[in-house]
C-alpha cells in the first residue's frame, strides 16, 4: 500500500506535466495561426510574442496560464512619435486556460488609447496593462450587458493605465477554434464587429 500511493501520485504528477506541454504546444501552432490569419485579414502583430504574467517568488507565476496577443489594423496610420504602433484601436486576443468555471476561453478586446501617454511599444512584462480592465475594480468601472463586456477607467487609473479610455470585450470558448475559417470568422471578425463605447 505504502508504495502504491507514491507511484500512482508520481504518475499523476507526470500525465499532468505532459498534458500541459501539449496545451502549450498547441497554443504555440494557435498564435502562429492567429498572425498568418490576422495578416490576411488586414491586421498586423504589434506582439510577436505573447504577453504573460511570471512571478518567481509567487508560484502562481510559475505557471502561464494567461496569454495575450496585441494586433492593430494594417490601414491605420502611423503613430508620429512611435512609428511601429498605428493611431487606431488596440485589438487583444486573451487565452485563459482557467476560464469561467474552469474552461478555457478566449477573451476578444478592443482597447482605445491617448497614446500621447505612450513611449514605447507594449513589452511582454506589459500584460497587466491589457489584462487589468476587465479584472481590477479598483481602478475601472466594468459592465456586462449581453455577454458584452465595458470596461472604462476611474479617473486614478486613467495615467496608470498609458491613457486606456475604454475597452470592451467578450468571450468564446476556446475549444470552439480548430480551423482557420473558425479563426478568421470567429476571431478576427468578431473583433471587428465588436461595438463601438463613448468615451
Known sequence: MSTTIPT??????????NVLRETYKNLNLLFSELDRIGEKEGFISITPRFLRWKSDSDYDGWLTTNFIKLYQV???????HLPNLKDGFIYGIEVELEGEEDYPTIS?????????QWQKTPAISDHWVFSDPFRVKKFFNISNDNGIWTSKPLEKGRGR?????????????????????DISTNIFQKLENLPLVSV
Do not use: H
Open 108 to 116: 476578444l478586446t478592443r482597447y482605445q488609447f491617448d497614446y500621447s
Open 8 to 17: 500512482s501520485n508520481g504518475q499523476n504528477i507526470s500525465n499532468a506535466v
Open 74 to 80: 494594417e490601414k491605420d496610420p502611423n503613430l508620429k
Open 161 to 181: 493605465y498609458w491613457g486606456i479610455q475604454c475597452a470592451v470585450s467578450m468571450d468564446i470558448p476556446l475549444l470552439a477554434i480548430t480551423s482557420p475559417e
